[in-house]
């Protein structure tokens, strides 16, 4: 039994880190929207299961978060901003497909020579936990900095923080792991909004209708 | 029982709270001007009554020491003095259109919301809770910053939020690497993120994790602080963001992102076979001090360099912390409350400039000292002291960082003065041309707020003449606690 514990464990926090990669080569935002839609439902799967070995059930709650909010609910949300402000068909010029995974590769490996060294006293299922957890921060900051769209953006920042999910769940017995996910649950829903407001304004300079009013009234 | 002081540290916190939920139902702007002033100075009362009387032992998420008490009074003074500011600055910005009476209703009540979760950082005694005060400060001072709906107001906040976000990504992969680290020996649960357990644990945690934890912790918080390489946000946000919070954002926000680093840092220094934090500190210190002197030069929007001024000032203190030893750490402290006092205090004489001016580009303003001499002579005065010239208070804290760094390791003194310098002759070039010559640009009369500005100028310069041996006796404790 432990080591079927361990290797799930494994298979599924090594599937987050793929998927990641999957991310990065994405070149139209629906797609995009889809694989992010894994990368969270593989979190809640990852999660569930961190929950049932360590005996924690108030992680299933960030599991929950994980698989409602982050893995349809803003994907939805995302998709419906999306063809609002009719960027669907925009195809983004990724900075060289072939580089950018050069780059996350050399990232993966980074991540595993400093947390596999540093972390070599800490319990083996917490020193893998975090290896594939920095690699898969990592790989979101890479997406972060070479992608120019804001959605896209945001998806490498929701990427970031399932990263940090794995990790904090992979620490046995950390407490404010739930509040955490609540707070950075909020957080991206602030940026979501934000985006909204933001594209809006690009495509018809305004959304302030007291911004339109006094426009007019200086023309008088 | 509930002890006094206890009840004292709970109101450091709830008075902000209650007063958020009042502001936001309040309508009437003059009334949430003044309730927004009112309740700052309640929270300074409780604050500085933290001085006096016992203290409770460290609870587990709330606990005040000699370290944090100096950094609570310091924020929520300034917090009190920019409500001030702030009354005259937005009902002006009411006036002519730029904000509405609805979102100064929002505005005040972030400003509470604000206070709350700095005081929150400041007091936390849990890395997990103060990982989320520092988030919240960041959340609303977001929201701050886009307040006037502008294209570039929007676009500033959207950086600062990307850029915000990411550090405070960095710090909570920093904060679940110290749990790591300390779960083995403390245990599993809350205990392990509890800060006084964990520092006096500190010394049998695993060295190799930690020294991970606070490189992720020190890019992580130091992009809150504005250091290079991860500063980008911070001119803008300054710029384009209402000027009381651009003096919130840097005479306090700053030092509260620099608590949590020191924190971190005074736990690194209990693990004997740790890396030594301070070499880190010092290197993106002197870094940030260097980049922002040089591009003091370039700036043409007078809010844009004052925030590349308050880069440098980071830098400057960062260094000093990180050099370490009691005198160095006694003049990062000196040097942090200086800078917090004469920053705001310039970017109040500059709200008001910008209003009166009806710009904030630097080449639309000139001969304040005669059109305004109030604004023109509080304008000068601030840039003398933030330039470092002698009678005032900077000028004895980066006295003492420079030469304290000679004995030490020259080298880095003389990069160190050199940044000075470079700062000096940008800012003195500058103010040459806003406050003295002929009258440029547009020229209303001021209504302004001048007392937040000149006590703030009148401390720094007392400060400069003359401290108070209490003051100094309590800043030398401090400094020999930070190590």
Same mark, same amino acid.
């Given at each position: 039994?432990?080591?079927?514990a361990f290797d799930?464990?494994?298979l /599924?926090?090594?599937g987050?880190?793929?998927?990641?990669?999957?991310?990065?080569?994405?070149?139209?935002l629906y797609?995009?929207?889809?694989?992010?839609?894994?990368?969270?439902?593989?979190l809640?799967?990852?999660?569930a299961?961190?929950a049932?070995?360590?005996?924690?059930?108030?992680?299933y709650v960030?599991?929950?978060?994980?698989?409602g909010?982050?893995?349809?609910?803003?994907?939805?949300a995302?998709?419906?901003?999306v063809?609002?402000?009719?960027?669907?068909?925009?195809?983004?010029?990724?900075?060289?497909?072939g580089l950018?995974?050069l780059?996350?590769?050399?990232?993966?490996a980074?991540?595993?020579v400093?947390m *596999?060294?540093?972390a070599?006293?800490a319990?083996?299922?917490?020193?893998?936990d975090?290896? $594939?957890?920095?690699a898969?921060?990592?790989?979101?900051?890479?997406?972060?900095?070479?992608?120019r769209?804001?959605?896209?953006?945001?998806?490498?920042?929701?990427?970031v923080?399932?990263?940090?999910?794995?990790? #904090?769940t992979?620490?046995?017995? !950390?407490?404010?792991?739930?509040?955490?996910?609540?707070?950075?649950?909020?957080l991206?829903a602030?940026?979501v909004?934000?985006?909204?407001l933001?594209?809006?304004?690009?495509?018809? &300079?305004?959304?302030?209708?007291q911004a339109? &009013?006094? $426009?007019?009234g200086?023309?008088? | 029982?509930?002890?006094?002081v206890?009840?004292?540290?709970?109101?450091?916190?709830?008075?902000?709270?209650?007063?958020?939920a009042?502001?936001?139902?309040v309508?009437?702007y003059?009334?949430g +001007?003044?309730?927004?002033?009112?309740?700052t100075?309640l929270?300074l009362?409780?604050?500085?009554?933290?001085f006096?009387g016992?203290?409770?032992?460290p609870? +587990?998420?709330?606990?005040? &020491?000699?370290l944090?008490?100096?950094f609570?009074?310091?924020n929520?003074f300034?917090?009190?003095?920019?409500?001030?500011?702030? #009354?005259?600055?937005?009902?002006?910005e009411?006036k002519?259109?730029r904000v509405?009476?609805?979102?100064?209703? $929002?505005?005040?009540?972030?400003?509470?919301?604000?206070l709350?979760a700095?005081?929150l950082a400041?007091i936390?005694?849990?890395?997990?809770?103060?990982?989320?005060?520092?988030?919240?400060?960041?959340?609303?001072?977001?929201?701050?910053?886009?307040?006037?709906?502008?294209?570039?107001?929007?676009e500033?906040?959207?950086?600062?939020?990307?850029l915000?976000s990411v550090?405070?990504?960095?710090?909570?992969?920093?904060?679940?690497?110290?749990?790591?680290?300390?779960?083995p020996v403390?245990?599993?649960?809350?205990?392990s993120?509890?800060?006084?357990?964990?520092?006096?644990?500190?010394? #049998?945690f &695993?060295?190799?994790l930690?020294?991970?934890?606070?490189?992720?912790?020190?890019?992580?918080?130091?992009?809150?602080?504005?250091?290079?390489? /991860?500063?980008?946000?911070?001119?803008?946000?300054?710029?384009e963001?209402?000027?009381?919070i651009?003096a919130?954002?840097?005479?306090?926000?700053?030092n509260?992102?620099?608590?949590?680093?020191?924190?971190?840092?005074?736990?690194?220094?209990?693990?004997?076979?740790?890396?030594?934090?301070?070499?880190?500190?010092?290197t993106?210190? *002197?870094?940030?001090a260097? $980049?922002?002197?040089? !591009?003091?030069?370039?700036?043409?929007d007078?809010k844009?360099?004052?925030?590349?001024?308050?880069i440098?000032?980071m830098?400057i %203190?960062?260094?000093a912390?990180? !050099?370490?030893?009691?005198?160095?750490?006694?003049?990062?402290?000196?040097?942090?409350?200086m800078?917090s006092?004469?920053?705001?205090? %310039?970017?109040?004489?500059?709200?008001?400039i910008?209003?009166v001016?009806?710009?904030?580009?630097i080449?639309?303003?000139?001969?304040?000292?005669?059109?305004?001499?109030?604004?023109g002579?509080?304008?000068?005065?601030?840039?003398?002291?933030?330039?470092?010239?002698?009678?005032?208070?900077i000028?004895?804290?980066?006295?003492?960082?420079?030469?304290?760094?000679?004995?030490r390791?020259?080298l880095?003194?003389?990069?160190?003065?050199?940044?000075l310098l470079?700062?000096?002759?940008?800012?003195?070039?500058?103010?040459?041309? *806003?406050?003295?010559g002929?009258?440029?640009?547009?020229?209303?009369p001021?209504?302004?707020?001048y007392?937040?500005?000149?006590?703030h100028?009148?401390?720094v310069?007392?400060?400069g003449?003359?401290?108070?041996?209490a003051?100094v006796?309590?800043?030398?404790?401090v400094?020999?606690?930070l190590?």
């Open positions: 039994m432990p080591h079927l799930t464990a494994h /599924l926090a090594g987050l880190v793929l998927v990641s990669f999957v991310l990065l080569y994405q070149d139209r797609s995009l929207l889809n694989i992010y839609a894994l990368h969270a439902g593989v809640a799967a990852s999660v299961w961190q049932e070995i360590q005996n924690a059930p108030h992680l960030t599991a929950a978060i994980a698989l909010f982050k893995a349809i609910v803003i994907p939805v995302l998709r419906r901003i063809v609002r402000l009719g960027i669907h068909r925009e195809i983004e010029s990724v900075v060289s497909t950018t995974m780059g996350g590769m050399a990232l993966v980074l991540s595993m400093v *596999l060294k540093a070599a006293e319990n083996p299922l917490a020193r893998e975090l290896s $594939f957890a920095l898969v921060v990592l790989l979101g900051l890479l997406m972060m900095v070479t992608r769209n804001a959605v896209s953006q945001v998806v490498g920042f929701m990427s923080e399932n990263g940090l999910v794995l990790a #904090a992979g620490a046995r017995g !950390m407490p404010l792991v739930v509040e955490i996910s609540v707070a950075f649950s909020i991206i602030f940026i909004i934000g985006i909204f933001f594209r809006i304004r690009e495509r018809f &300079d305004t959304v302030d209708v339109l &009013d006094r $426009f007019r200086e023309q008088r | 029982m509930i002890e006094p206890a009840d004292i540290l709970s109101a450091v916190l709830l008075i902000p709270v209650i007063a958020a009042l502001l936001a139902l309508p009437n003059r009334l +001007a003044g309730l927004n002033v009112a309740a100075f929270t009362l409780a604050a500085l009554s933290l006096v016992a203290r409770p032992a609870g +587990a998420y709330l606990f005040v &020491d000699d944090n008490v100096v609570i009074a310091l929520n300034v917090g009190f003095t920019t409500s001030v500011f702030s #009354a005259t600055y937005i009902g002006h009411l002519i259109g509405t009476a609805r979102h100064l209703r $929002f505005y005040h009540a972030m400003y509470q919301v604000l709350f700095m005081n400041l936390a005694n849990n890395i997990g809770l103060m990982w989320v005060a520092v988030e919240l400060a960041t959340l609303t001072t977001v929201i701050m910053v886009g307040l006037y709906r502008t294209h570039e107001a929007l500033a906040a959207w950086k600062y939020f990307i915000g550090g405070i990504a960095l710090a909570l992969f920093g904060t679940i690497l110290v749990y790591v680290a300390a779960q403390i245990g599993e649960g809350a205990d993120m509890v800060w006084t357990t964990l520092v006096a644990h500190a010394a #049998a &695993d060295p190799a930690l020294n991970v934890a606070f490189v992720f912790l020190l890019l992580g918080y130091g992009t809150k602080v504005g250091l290079a390489p /991860l500063h980008a946000w911070l001119p803008d946000a300054h710029a963001g209402p000027t009381p651009s919130v954002l840097s005479g306090l926000l700053l509260v992102a620099l608590y949590a680093v020191l924190r971190f840092k005074i736990l690194m220094a209990a693990n004997a076979a740790a890396v030594a934090p301070g070499p880190l500190m010092v993106m210190g *002197l870094a940030s260097l $980049f922002a002197s040089f !591009m003091l030069y370039r700036r043409r007078i844009r360099m004052f925030a590349y001024s308050s440098e000032h830098g %203190i960062t260094f912390f990180g !050099m370490g030893g009691p005198l160095a750490n006694f003049a990062g402290l000196l040097h942090m409350t800078h006092l004469t920053k705001s205090g %310039i970017f109040f004489t500059v709200g008001h910008a209003q001016k009806g710009t904030q580009r080449a639309d303003i000139g001969g304040l000292t005669e059109t305004h001499p109030w604004l002579w509080g304008l000068v005065l601030g840039v003398i002291a933030i330039a470092g010239l002698p009678p005032l208070g000028f004895t804290s980066e006295f003492l960082i420079v030469t304290s760094t000679f004995n390791a020259p880095l003194a003389i990069l160190l003065a050199a940044a470079i700062a000096f002759g940008a800012l003195l070039l500058r103010l040459n041309g *806003l406050a003295f002929a009258p440029r640009g547009n020229s209303a001021a209504e302004a707020s007392i937040p500005m000149f006590v100028l009148a401390l310069l007392a400060a003449f003359y401290l108070p041996g003051l006796a309590w800043f030398q404790h400094a020999r606690l190590g």
